[in-house]
């Protein structure tokens, strides 16, 4: 009985202290958590901060980034904001940036429905009908230049078989004389033997 007080005159006077002790724990380890993944997100927001890039600032600056400089504070980018006759440019540091910005323009009809909108401009179409005219050309060119090698090696086949022809013309008079030749040998022998007899 001695032993079941003493174990509540200990909970009593200690209790408390080890409640906070374990509470203590419990909050370090879920700070250490979110540092952790404000760490990840920070590092992956940052590696996506490159020229084109939209971004957003703490203090609400909207733009697309144009240039980053490395110096021996940190990153430093240059933004660009605005449209048409009041576009502006900005230094920020790279920690002032809060977010890529995805938001993409959204237009609409009469009834309400979502039409896409084409946000390329005059100058990346004329670019990209440019690089689809230089794919056409280099892969005709390509074509014809296979179609000359496959013409060359159907002359140079023709050409070895005409050669091969041709020694094989050249070869059949001379084994015909000598077929002869020996034939008339073997006459003279046979007529060399009887004329002995």
Do not use: C, W
């Not at 890039?53 to 144009?66: C, D, F, I, R, S």
């Amino acid at each position: 009985m001695k032993s079941l007080l003493n174990n509540t005159d200990f909970f009593s006077q200690y209790g408390l202290l080890i409640v906070l002790v374990i509470a203590l724990v419990v909050l370090m380890f879920i700070s250490f958590n979110r540092r952790k993944k404000e760490d990840a997100y920070r590092n992956d927001l940052v590696s996506k901060v490159v020229p084109g890039a939209m971004v957003k600032t703490y203090y609400g600056l909207y733009g697309k980034v144009l240039k980053v400089t490395e110096t021996t504070d940190g990153k430093i980018l240059l933004i660009e904001t605005g449209e048409g006759d009041k576009v502006s440019y900005q230094n920020v540091h790279i920690n002032a940036i809060y977010a890529i910005d995805d938001k993409k323009v959204v237009t609409t009809d009469e009834n309400g429905n979502e039409i896409t909108a084409d946000t390329k401009s005059e100058a990346e179409k004329k670019f990209e009908e440019l690089e689809k005219q230089l794919a056409e050309k280099e892969a005709a060119e390509k074509a014809a230049q296979e179609a000359k090698d496959e013409e060359k090696v159907e002359e140079k086949v023709e050409e070895q078989k005409a050669e091969a022809t041709e020694k094989n013309e050249t070869k059949k008079p001379k084994s015909t004389t000598k077929k002869a030749s020996t034939a008339k040998k073997t006459t003279a022998k046979k007529s060399t033997k009887t004329t002995k007899e």
